[in-house]
């Protein structure tokens, strides 16, 4: 028996950590696999693994598929950590690991770009309509087994098996190197459903309350116009603390915990949400999105709306011991003489 790695257009964020931890493991099961040509897999000893790259075309992407195909025996595993089922039928089992939840959502992709658009409807599309393929479904909550159940109607089994990368040892010494602590801190790159957009409106609700607390991005620098633009905006009119850090390595988010006071978790769709972990592992309180896949791994200290800025503006403020008393109750009598005055 052998198992073959089926892993093209996993190449950056949480799914490139997770490709490079299993890709890590030593004595590693894997005896064949397909990567993604863009996926930075530096510094990883790779031993014997024969590694077939694919580009980002359709083209490639069809031949990986085929030459999957022709690659497996009756005997093989092959484990398709792309989210999708195998476009071919294989003659062997087939373990779809599914880490992005947007793939069993309907949730709106209008704030994304047509492109991204287009790939996540066609993909949605063949996870449901391919399913049949599949001997069997790896995700990592209960939340998204649940979710996943429900929109494939599966009786195919479904694992829960959580992991995160290795990663320094929570509360060790880093070295601050002088730089200037943060109130808050979110590690997360900039797609739609990371939902910068409300977060930072909450911020500007805040500087309306006359709370500017500091907050840590990590953003791509050029990769975000439209949240570059919107967080220059918020620094320039409202003097919010805002500082984005940058795309950060591994070691570099590590540092930026021990400098943050909480995290805060805005997204509004997670497979897993690796900084929930790390920040928790680090001892940081978390301000997250009152959403199951929050709860799937971490207590959260304060919970808020993320479709709701205002929401998330009065969770940190219930955080920082400033809360806004609730409005006042009347009756009908105070009523009538606002109406009259």
Not at 114 to 120: V, W
Not at 175 to 186: I, L, Q, T
Request: hydrophobic share 45%; net charge positive; proline share 6%.
């Amino acid at each position: 028996m052998r198992l073959l790695l089926h892993a093209p257009n996993v190449n950056s964020g949480g799914g490139l950590q997770l490709l490079r931890a299993i890709l890590a493991v030593v004595p590693s099961p894997i005896s064949w696999a397909q990567l993604d040509k863009r996926a930075d897999i530096g510094g990883l000893l790779l031993g014997n693994l024969r590694i077939r790259f694919v580009r980002n075309t359709v083209w490639s992407r069809l031949a990986a598929e085929w030459r999957l195909r022709t690659q497996c025996g009756a005997d093989d595993i092959v484990l398709c950590f792309h989210g999708l089922p195998p476009i071919f039928t294989l003659p062997c089992k087939v373990v779809v690991f599914v880490q992005n939840r947007l793939l069993l959502e309907d949730s709106p992709l209008d704030n994304y770009p047509l492109r991204i658009r287009i790939r996540i409807t066609a993909e949605r599309w063949l996870l449901a309509n391919l399913r049949g393929r599949s001997s069997r479904y790896v995700v990592q909550t209960p939340s998204m087994a649940a979710v996943l159940q429900h929109r494939l109607g599966l009786a195919i089994p479904v694992v829960v098996s959580p992991f995160i990368p290795e990663a320094a040892a929570p509360g060790q010494d880093l070295a601050k190197g002088g730089e200037d602590s943060f109130d808050f801190v979110y590690v997360a790159s900039g797609e739609a459903h990371k939902n910068h957009i409300n977060l930072l409106e909450a911020w500007r609700i805040l500087a309306e309350y006359g709370h500017r607390p500091s907050l840590a991005l990590t953003l791509g620098a050029g990769a975000n116009p439209r949240l570059e633009k919107k967080i220059a905006q918020l620094v320039r009119d409202e003097q919010v603390a805002v500082s984005n850090c940058g795309a950060l390595t591994t070691v570099q988010v590590d540092e930026l915990y021990h400098r943050a006071r909480a995290l805060i978790y805005p997204s509004a769709v997670e497979s897993l949400g690796l900084p929930l972990i790390e920040a928790s592992r680090h001892g940081l309180p978390i301000v997250a999105s009152e959403k199951d896949y929050v709860r799937d791994i971490v207590t959260p200290v304060q919970t808020f709306d993320p479709d709701s800025p205002l929401s998330i503006a009065r969770a940190v403020m219930r955080f920082m011991g400033v809360s806004k008393a609730p409005t006042e109750v009347g009756t009908a009598d105070d009523f009538l003489s606002d109406v009259v005055r």
